[in-house]
Structures are given as C-alpha cells and as structure tokens.
C-alpha cells in the first residue's frame, strides 16, 4: 500500500470571472488584495484544445493565493441553481472582531449589504465575492481584448527575463556584422581568385 500524498498547503483556488481587469480592482478595493500575476493562452495546457482564456492571480494574504479565469469564448457563466446561494462562497479569516467589523463596514462602505458580524460577515449577495461580474458583461470588444492581452503578455515577458531585449540587440548587431563579413570575404575570394582563372 502506498503512502497518503503529502500536502503542505492549497496553492490557489481558481473561479471563473467576466472580466479580469475588472475582478483584479474589485478585489483589490473591496477586500484589499493584490494582483500578483496574469497570463494569457490561447490553448489549454492540458489538453491542447483551442480556448483563449487570461488566467489572473490574487495575492489572498498568508501564501493564500485566489485566481480567475476569464474565458471569453465561452457561453455566459453561472451556478448550480440546485444549491442554494448561500452555499456558495469563500470564508476569509481576519485576526480578530474589531478587523472583522473594520472588514464589514468597509464592505458596506463599497455599496455591498452584509449580514452578520458576530462571529462572521458575509455579504448578503455571494456572488459579489465568488463571481463579482456575473451580471456585468466585460466593456471591451473582441480586438480590444486581444490588444489588451498581447500588451499583458509582452509585459510579463519582458519582468520575467529584462536582459532577453538587450540580447536580441546583441543578436541583430551580430547578424550584420556576420552578413558585412560574408560579403568582405566574397571580395577578398573574388580579388585573390582572378589571376588564378
């Protein structure tokens, strides 16, 4: 028998979301999370098939990370209507009452109705947590979405390797340096080559 998989901790827990950029300032103003990361595919990873999606990752505090993806090509999202809403949710841990009612003012600050606050607070749409745009349609079209991720994955490209630009300089300099040399010694060939003929 072989030994239980050994699990230190979660490394994320993904949801689905219209809009990334949107989802990012939501959780960020709402909730105070950080954007960490994004990438963008047109492929999936583990299966190959054709399905552009921006995949966004939260930083959730205490190694905790909470990610999205935005799957455009997809009919419009929803939830087991077979569960009831409550149900549905995430459960965020603060150290102590006073950041939890901190936490749920700051919230209904936002606009968004919470009900609790003794032991917890949870905001009285679930939606607004798990899927903040589940009723808002992205405002962006097709091409401007396309040059949004082609900009997000040229940037991302460039902090994950900054010397890769300098390095293709170097490349192209040498390149020609190569090509005016190929032809110097196509002259040389020729001027040494002539008596011989």
């Known amino acids: 028998m ?16 219209k809009d ?4 990012v300032e939501w959780y960020a103003r709402v909730l105070g999370m950080d954007y960490t990361t994004a990438f963008a595919e047109d492929h999936v990873p583990s299966t190959g098939e054709y399905d552009p999606y921006m995949h966004i990752f939260l930083d959730a505090g205490g190694g905790n990370v909470l990610a999205f993806f935005e799957l455009p090509n997809q009919p419009d999202m929803g939830r087991d209507p077979n569960t009831p809403a409550w149900v549905q949710h995430l459960a965020f841990e603060v150290p102590d ?13 936002q606009g968004i109705d919470v009900i ?12 607004a947590i798990v899927k903040p745009q589940l009723d808002r349609a992205g405002n962006m079209n ?4 396309d040059l949004f991720v082609a900009d997000l994955v040229n940037y991302l490209t460039y902090m994950g390797e900054p010397a890769r630009e300098q ?15 190929f032809f110097a010694a196509l002259l040389l060939k020729h001027e040494y080559w002539k008596d011989v003929r």
Do not use: N, W
Not at 97 to 109: G, N, Q, R, V
């Open 2 to 17: 072989t030994s239980p998989v050994t699990l230190s901790r979660i490394h994320h827990v993904a949801y689905r979301c």
């Open 20 to 23: 990334a950029k949107e989802t």
């Open 97 to 109: 009452l006073d950041s939890l009612m901190a936490a749920k003012a700051h919230i209904e600050a």
């Open 116 to 127: 609790g606050g003794e032991r917890s607070a949870q905001p009285t749409d679930m939606e």
């Open 142 to 145: 097709k091409g401007e979405y």
């Open 167 to 181: 390095r293709t300089q170097i490349g192209i300099l040498a390149l020609f340096f190569l090509v005016i040399a």
